[in-house]
């Protein structure tokens, strides 16, 4: 190993860029939520779990009967009549 490194040409940052339409986030999972994703994904035979709960994500979104306007005028009305 060398006892000094030239870093002046290095860049911040991700190593890999992200793909077009894809964002890079932190986000806190319960355990037992990532195990399982990973559990399928082994159980599939490989892949990504990263890829799974993206498509979990979108399909939850797709199957929602309510919009979130339509939910929190819900919530609010139902809280409204509990405190009446």
Known sequence: MKKEYDFSKGKRGAVITA??????????????????FRREVH?????????LINH??????????????????RVVREEVRRTA
């Open 43 to 51: 159980k599939a035979g490989g892949g990504n779990y990263q890829t």
């Open 56 to 73: 979990a994500l979108r399909e939850h979104i797709k199957s929602r009967p309510e919009s979130l306007e339509e939910v929190v005028r």
């Open 19 to 36: 793909a077009r339409g894809k964002s890079r986030i932190t986000i806190r999972l319960d355990d037992e939520i990532l195990n399982w």
